[in-house]
Structures are given as structure tokens and as C-alpha cells.
T-cell receptor
């Protein structure tokens, strides 16, 4: 079945540094991937839609210059949290849908802690 | 705007049935999903239903959809302790692929 991986699974970084998170579709191609953020004991909030070969579409209130998204291939999207601050600490989850399926598959998530 | 609501907590005894309810607002939703999240883990797709269906059964899981009332439910038969997790319902937004999630229902299964 369709599998989405994320790397790293967890990362700790210092305030002011940047962190890149990768999202890969392992056995299918995805022209569109999605990035979500989940705070502890809360639901998932959609941050942006990552489009292969074009600019990402950001949800209202999400800073595009802070959360840089690149979707350079049909199997890889990256989210870079720039100049990270402690309030950016969260669980970041990506998802993708096989073009031939209606199933939206989620990655295992990346836990970011900014100290 | 789109909104999905769920009750926050449900406690059942092992062997009983669990019913988790969800309401949504976007009448143009094409698919509705149920996901399971265990502590510290990502989301596991449990099942989904197309908006023109009213029921779908998959082993212990039964999904009921009342499109008129925009109400979705997930029934877990013979609930086991391994079913303890947070369950999210989500609606897809037209053909965008975006999912709007409910707050999640924490299911506690007592032995």
C-alpha cells in the first residue's frame, strides 16, 4: 500500500537556527502534498499545500517566509522552518494522495523541539 | 467556513461497542475519513466513505453517514484495549485534497 515517510522523526534545535523536514512518498507519485502542524493534545491544522513544480499555497495566518516549502519532485516535499523559535515546537505531519486513489496517507510525523 | 466537531472523550469497557460521532459543515465534501492516532505517532487511516454512501462496513468498523444532517459516526465492535487512541474524523474539501480535521475523540478502553 501507499507509504509516506518523514525525516527526521524528531529534531532538537537552538532558537534562531533553521530546520529542514523531508516528506517522501515511497511507492507512488504525488503532485500534491500537504503539511500539517499539531500542538500537544490538539487537532491537526493545515499549514500549506505543496505543489510539485510550483509555489506552495499557504493557509491563512501561516507565514510563507518562515515555513519554506519546496516540492522539487513527484516524491519529495520539504518544509524548512527558518529562524526557529520555541513557539514553533510542534509535531509536523505531511500527507500525500496517490493520484489513482482517494486515500490520503499521512507520514509518521516529525517532532520539532526548539530550545 | 469549514468546521468539523467531535466529542472529546469516550470511555467504554473491553468487549463493548464504541460509537464516535462527528459533525461537519461543508456540504460539498466528497469523502469523509476516520483516522487513528496513538501517542507520539502519526495518523493511521482506518476507513473512509464517499459522500453518496450512507454506510460502510469493514470488519469491526462501521461508518454511518447522514448527509442531510452532516453527521458521521464510527462504530467499533468488540472494542479492545488496543483500540485506545485518539480518533479523528476529517472531511475533504471539494477537489482540493485538503482535509479539515475534528478535534479528535480520545477513546479509553477499560479492561
Amino acid at each position: 500500500g501507499a507509504v509516506v515517510s518523514q525525516h527526521p522523526s524528531w529534531v532538537i534545535c537552538k532558537s534562531g537556527t533553521s530546520v529542514k523536514i523531508e516528506c517522501r512518498s515511497l511507492d507512488f507519485q504525488a503532485t500534491t502534498m500537504f503539511w500539517y502542524r499539531q500542538f500537544p493534545k490538539q487537532s491537526l491544522m493545515l499549514m500549506a499545500t505543496s505543489n510539485e513544480g510550483s509555489k506552495a499555497t499557504y493557509e491563512q495566518g501561516v507565514e510563507k517566509d518562515k515555513f519554506l516549502i519546496n516540492h522539487a519532485s513527484l516524491t519529495l516535499s520539504t518544509l524548512t522552518v527558518t529562524s526557529a523559535h520555541p513557539e514553533d515546537s510542534s509535531f509536523y505531519i505531511c500527507s500525500a494522495r496517490d493520484r489513482l486513489s482517494v486515500k490520503m496517507v499521512f507520514g509518521p510525523g516529525t517532532r520539532l523541539t526548539v530550545t | 467556513g469549514e468546521d468539523v466537531e467531535q466529542s472529546l472523550f469516550l470511555s467504554v469497557r473491553e468487549g463493548d461497542s464504541s460509537v464516535i460521532n462527528c459533525t461537519y459543515t461543508d456540504s460539498s465534501s466528497t469523502y469523509l475519513y476516520w483516522y487513528k492516532q496513538e501517542p507520539g505517532a502519526g495518523l493511521q487511516l482506518l476507513t473512509y466513505i464517499f459522500s453518496n454512501m450512507d454506510m460502510k462496513q469493514d470488519q469491526r468498523l462501521t461508518v454511518l453517514l447522514n448527509k442531510k444532517d452532516k453527521h458521521l459516526s464510527l462504530r467499533i465492535a468488540d472494542t479492545q484495549t488496543g483500540d485506545s487512541a485518539i480518533y479523528f474524523c476529517a472531511e475533504s474539501i471539494s477537489n482540493t485534497g485538503k482535509l479539515i480535521f475534528g478535534q479528535g475523540t480520545t477513546l479509553q478502553v477499560k479492561p
